[in-house]
């Protein structure tokens, strides 16, 4: 038999036998998932009209996104190093900037610069993969996370890619995600 904890004991004045009790309990545990998901939706990362008022002020058109995302990421994400779970260290090159800088027209992309560093950290791990080919720069495996934004209200999945040279270090290059 369950141990009655206080909470029970007050909830079972409301009823009339532990039949009944145990009925409404199954219900309240069906809430907890309630619960877990509303503690979910916590840690999607939320990109909001403000902020990116805040973030880039006013801008006429997709070019001038784009250079005022790329002074952004050269300002606060250049050069950084990270950690998603268990990887460790990741950098943020140079070259990753000067590759951002002729990053396409996709306006949503453009947007989460603000918030990359965040998105980074609490991506999630979803598998790696073995080069098949030699690469000239020493990558030997990919990394593959993802995670999931609001953005202006529209949930969005984010695909993440981390390669991996042959001495261990880890990248993570703007390119494109070629897979989730």
Excluded: C, W
Aim: glycine share 4%; no cysteine.
């Amino acid at each position: 038999m369950e141990i009655l904890n206080a909470k029970n004991i007050i909830f079972l004045g409301i009823i009339n036998s532990l039949e009944e009790y145990y009925s409404i309990s199954k219900s309240i545990e069906e809430i907890n998932v309630f619960e877990e998901l509303e503690e979910y939706n916590k840690k999607i990362i939320t990109i909001t009209e403000e902020e990116i008022k805040n973030f880039f002020g006013t801008y006429k058109d997709i070019s001038e996104l784009r250079n005022k995302s790329y002074e952004y990421y050269k300002e606060h994400i250049q050069g950084t190093n990270i950690d998603i779970g268990n990887f460790k260290d990741i950098r943020i090159p140079r070259k990753s900037t000067e590759r951002y800088k002729h990053y396409g027209s996709d306006e949503r992309k453009l947007l989460i610069v603000p918030k990359l560093l965040d998105i980074l950290k609490t991506s999630h791990y979803k598998s790696s993969e073995e080069l098949y080919k030699k690469r000239d720069d020493n990558i030997i495996k990919f990394h593959y996370f993802t995670n999931e934004i609001l953005l202006k209200e529209s949930f969005y999945k984010v695909y993440i890619t981390i390669g991996e040279d042959n001495r261990g270090n880890l990248f993570y290059d703007l390119g494109e995600n070629k897979k989730p």
